[in-house]
Nanobody, 125 residues
Framework: QVQLQESGPGLVKPSQTLSLTCSVS??????????WSWIRQPPGKGLEWMGV???????YYSPSLKSRTSISRDTSKNQFSLQLSSVTPEDTAVYYC?????????????????WGQGTQVTVSS
């Protein structure tokens, strides 16, 4: 069974870049049976899909976040990472990494099968 664990700073200053890493165990991120995404949930709001990286390294992003978001991977460590630039307090949220079975990507958080526990990131000076 796939297990995911987020890590990164819990506090980021406005205008800086938020960086998180997801460590994956139980399977390889290069296995073409999974899609790997970042999803967040601001306080009092629903889940928001941010972007995905597929087994071949291709990436797709939410149109609303595309200009500020980058997802990359380190296959030697079986990790994938999120960078969100020019953050504001509106980027305060619990950030999750998640995996979806199947080769196709999805922007619907309900389609994801495995989730990390989530990490709280607060944007504040």
């Amino acid at each position: 069974q796939v297990q995911l664990q987020e890590s990164g700073p819990g506090l980021v200053k406005p205008s800086q870049t938020l960086s998180l890493t997801c460590s994956v165990s139980g399977d390889s991120i290069t296995n073409d049976y999974y899609a790997w995404s970042w999803i967040r949930q601001p306080p009092g709001k629903g889940l928001e899909w941010m972007g995905v990286i597929l087994h071949d390294g291709s990436t797709y992003y939410s149109p609303s976040l595309k200009s500020r978001t980058s997802i990359s991977r380190d296959t030697s460590k079986n990790q994938f990472s999120l960078q969100l630039s020019s953050v504001t307090p509106e980027d305060t949220a619990v950030y999750y990494c998640a995996a979806k079975r199947g080769i196709s990507a999805s922007d619907n958080p309900n389609n994801y099968d495995y989730w990390g526990q989530g990490t709280q990131v607060t944007v504040s000076s």
